[in-house]
């Protein structure tokens, strides 16, 4: 393509075509001459860097890719999981470490090249920051790393960052069928970020969250080192265990302590509309999921339904549960305590727990395990999602007003998740996660769409929901989740951000323990490298 382009330029001056022979369009020729020749020698530059750092023996195809491989865009798409983000500002590499020789490489000749650093392992960041950014960049995808080694006689893993949640609960079950691990439901979600992040799921009530049950990590930090628990010391690994890995460096494994979980697992649901009298069984859930025993968890999701084409839509409300133990002990608890739910023998199915993985994923408990080594379910639309966290009831007329303004967006989901348990047990200064014993329940907000001119529709609902429960939930600060990562609480800027202005974000995420993170930060990453739009900042004189 080059050389006819040469070809065509040099007839026409030489033909005289005053016309054709432009000067706009030998400049154009010479801007794009300009250009290949610019990208191609800071493309070998930084492979040459690359290189340079690895032992001899380490291997080096198939690691980085240029805008201009062949395999860039499938390895770039494979896990976007909100298409928000799906066409906008692309890494100027993408490296993809198989181990981590690699990855010191990428921080090393990053830093060199100017490149900013962002790491990838499930791609289910909620702003997309693991592989979007306004800053000339590189994304560590982090695929490769994902082998899982179980110990069954000590009951610890060591998971690659890589992994998804439904490759380390595979691995786990393959191994044991009393064992289980302590995190989401969604398989397709990577370890690293979701760790990080804090991590609850359907059994955080009887064992805390993901991040309480870490015994170890392995991560670069920005001068390439390769740090474990005890070369980073216990303030960087109280760190990284909730707030959020990627302020800090590159976390590529994770030693996790397995938790038992008996044989037999028992879930039912049970769905009531408005009409039904939902709005009364959430007021009595507020008031009572949190104060279950340790081993029930009930959660309510709130959507749309048109029960048919003769009817407006309503709002029902789902009872989802799952018990650890059998039917029988099940019954006695829910229909001693929330008899109005109406749970009957019929309504509950008895499992494994591997099972109770599958059904909270949505698959049939028929299916085989094999199901969640699946990594290419795709997203096909965009979503904006919120939190919040609760610690006094929503009394009925702000359940009313919730539910009329849920009606007016049909794909808008509201998940309700009990705290209590082990929840109020664990300090809240344990790790950066500090909603523990004062919430009563913790809210996601989300609403989802199809076609790209929705977008600001859309999200215009979501904030003005967000803007309606402001009475009704926390306070000073009003709580947020990392993990459901919301840019409209504040942002850095770009390349001096300040404590006052990361306040803004970061006191809703991590309370009184962000102050913490910022020290941890500063002494950690004091040039502030690892920075994103919602990096812990840097402490500087002023």
């Known amino acids: 393509m080059v050389g006819k382009i040469t070809r065509a330029y040099e007839r026409e001056v030489k033909e005289g075509d005053v016309k054709m022979a432009s000067p706009k369009f030998g400049m154009s020729i010479l801007f794009f001459f300009l250009c ?16 340079s750092h690895l032992p001899p023996s380490n291997i080096t195809y198939d690691v980085i890719f240029t805008q201009n491989s062949s395999q860039y865009s499938s390895i770039l798409q494979s896990s976007i999981r909100n298409l928000r983000f799906s066409n906008a500002s692309k890494p100027r590499y993408l ?106 799921g359907t059994i955080f009530r009887k064992y805390g969250l993901a991040a309480d049950n870490v015994i170890d990590a392995k991560m670069v930090d920005v001068n390439g080192n390769v740090l474990d628990r005890k070369s980073m010391g216990e303030d960087l690994f109280w760190a990284i265990r909730g707030g959020g890995g990627a302020s800090f460096g590159v976390i590529f494994s994770w030693k996790l302590k397995l938790v038992r979980v008996p044989p037999t697992v028992t879930v039912f649901k049970t769905v009531k509309s408005l009409e039904q009298g939902a709005t009364k069984l959430v007021q009595k859930w507020q008031n009572i999921a949190y104060k279950f025993h340790h081993d029930l968890f009930v959660h309510a999701v709130i959507q749309v339904t048109n029960p048919n084409s003769n009817q407006n ?55 085989s395990a094999d199901v969640l080594l699946n990594r290419t379910t795709q997203s096909t639309q965009s979503f904006k999602a919120k939190s919040d966290y609760v610690k006094e009831a929503i009394p009925k007329t702000g359940l009313e007003g919730l539910f009329k303004m849920v009606v007016e967006e049909e794909t808008s989901v509201l998940i309700l998740t009990p705290y209590g348990g082990r929840m109020k047990q664990i300090k809240s200064s344990a790790t950066p996660f500090p909603y523990r014993s004062e919430y009563l329940y913790g809210i996601q907000y989300m609403i989802s769409w199809d076609v790209a001119e929705e977008t600001g529709k859309r999200i215009g609902w979501m904030r003005r929901l967000y803007k309606y429960m402001e009475p009704y939930v926390s306070t000073a600060p009003r709580a947020a989740y990392l993990n459901y990562r919301d840019l409209d609480l504040g942002r850095n800027s770009y390349p001096n951000t300040s404590y006052v202005e990361s306040s803004e974000w970061g006191l809703k995420y991590f309370n009184h323990n962000f102050n913490r993170l910022v020290r941890v930060k500063t002494l950690a990453d004091p040039h502030n490298f690892f920075w994103n739009e919602q990096s812990i900042p840097v402490l500087r004189l002023e």
């Open 36 to 51: 290949i020749s610019f990208c191609s020698s800071t493309d070998q530059s930084f492979q040459q860097c690359f290189s």
């Open 95 to 200: 490296v993809t470490p198989y181990n981590e020789d690699h990855i010191q490489a990428t921080i090393i000749c990053s830093k060199e090249h100017h490149l900013q650093v962002r790491v990838r392992s499930g791609g289910h960041d909620y702003e997309g920051l693991s592989y979007i950014s306004d800053v000339p960049f590189i994304v560590i995808d982090l695929f490769h790393i994902r082998s899982v080694m179980v110990d069954i006689k000590n009951e610890y893993a060591w998971v690659g960052a890589g992994a998804t949640l439904g490759e380390l609960y595979y691995s786990i079950s393959a191994k044991s069928n009393v064992h289980g691990f302590p995190a989401g439901s969604c398989p397709t979600v990577g370890v690293g970020g979701h760790i990080s992040g804090g991590g609850f």
């Open 313 to 367: 839509p309503t709002v029902q409300v789902s009872f989802d549960c799952l018990f650890l133990g059998t039917t029988e002990r099940l019954l006695s608890s829910i229909q001693r305590s929330f008899p109005e739910l109406g749970v009957t023998q019929e309504n509950c199915t008895e499992m494994s727990w591997i099972q109770s993985v599958l059904y909270f994923a949505g698959y049939s408990i028929a299916e």
